[in-house]
């Protein structure tokens, strides 16, 4: 995924949630200056079965998905329901909020995190982001890259890791724990989750793959703001 193709869906995002680009950039700006390039090299996902964990309440259902798959990428808060099931974690993606402490605990122990720059989370970056193991820290933003920090696609932490998994040659992709309709999240959440969905989507076919996690739901997907 290049920035060229990215920016239109980006910008789609921002005009739907009225967020601000220049936010998102300054975000990013401050996350460049705590963190240094992260070594991609260091993944190995290639003819590797990737599970891109959701922190949705099916999750503790689906845990065995996550545990057969050969690597394990979890959403946020989605990373505390595996590690207390006994499931390694081999990337957590989050924009810092909520378990943040765990964020911490994983860099320290050499787990890699995609710790993810936007508008709003200026303070947790400034915050939290020293605190980690800063080797093990992978910078991301959804605004254009620059410096150490990528923007390997995405909006929300789950279709984000989805992305970057992609990017590192994941040959396969599952989605335990994602909860399209869950009816406890707020109207915002809600909202977020019908991007996620419609990113994982366009990710389907760019891959020629067919998640299952679209079943039964392809039909109903806008996906107007794609290229062909």
Same mark, same amino acid.
């Given at each position: 995924?290049?920035?060229?193709?990215w !920016?239109p869906?980006y910008?789609a995002?921002?005009?739907?949630?009225g967020? /601000?680009?220049?936010?998102d950039?300054?975000?990013?700006?401050?996350?460049?200056? @705590?963190?240094? *390039? $992260?070594?991609? /090299?260091? $993944?190995?996902?290639a003819?590797r079965?990737?599970a891109v964990?959701g922190a949705?309440?099916?999750?503790?259902?689906?845990?065995?998905?996550?545990?057969t798959?050969d690597?394990?990428?979890a959403?946020s808060?989605?990373?505390d329901?595996l590690?207390?099931?006994?499931v390694?974690?081999? @990337?957590?993606?989050?924009?810092?909020?909520? +378990?943040e !402490?765990?964020?911490?605990?994983?860099?320290?122990?050499?787990? %890699?995190?995609?710790?993810?720059?936007?508008?709003? +989370?200026?303070p947790?970056?400034r915050?939290?982001? %020293?605190?980690?193991?800063?080797e +093990?820290? @992978? *910078?991301?933003?959804?605004a254009?890259?620059?410096?150490?920090?990528?923007? *390997?696609g995405?909006?929300?932490?789950?279709d984000?890791?989805?992305?970057?998994?992609?990017?590192?040659g994941?040959?396969?992709?599952?989605? %335990?724990?994602?909860d399209?309709?869950? %009816?406890?999240?707020?109207?915002?959440?809600?909202k977020?989750l019908?991007?996620a969905e419609?990113l994982?989507?366009?990710?389907?076919?760019?891959r020629?793959?067919?998640?299952s996690? @679209? /079943?039964?739901r392809?039909?109903?997907?806008?996906?107007?703001? $794609?290229? *062909?």
């Open positions: 995924m290049n920035f060229a193709e !920016e869906v910008e995002i921002v005009a739907e949630f967020f /601000d680009r220049e936010a950039e300054h975000a990013r700006d401050v996350l460049a200056t @705590l963190t240094g *390039p $992260f070594d991609l /090299d260091r $993944f190995s996902f003819g079965t990737v964990a949705g309440p099916s999750l503790s259902e689906e845990i065995t998905r996550a545990d798959a690597v394990v990428v959403a808060t989605a990373a329901t590690l207390d099931a006994g390694a974690v081999d @990337l957590q993606v989050t924009d810092l909020d909520g +378990n !402490e765990t964020t911490r605990e994983l860099t320290c122990r050499g787990v %890699p995190v995609a710790v993810h720059a936007h508008g709003d +989370n200026v947790a970056l915050e939290h982001v %020293p605190r980690f193991d800063g +093990n820290v @992978l *910078p991301t933003t959804q254009a890259p620059t410096g150490p920090v990528i923007n *390997p995405g909006f929300t932490d789950g984000r890791g989805a992305f970057l998994a992609d990017r590192l994941a040959d396969a992709l599952v989605f %335990p724990g994602w399209f309709d869950d %009816p406890t999240v707020g109207p915002m959440k809600a977020k019908v991007w419609r994982l989507r366009w990710l389907e076919r760019r020629d793959e067919r998640f996690i @679209l /079943d039964d392809r039909d109903r997907i806008d996906e107007s703001v $794609f290229s *062909p």
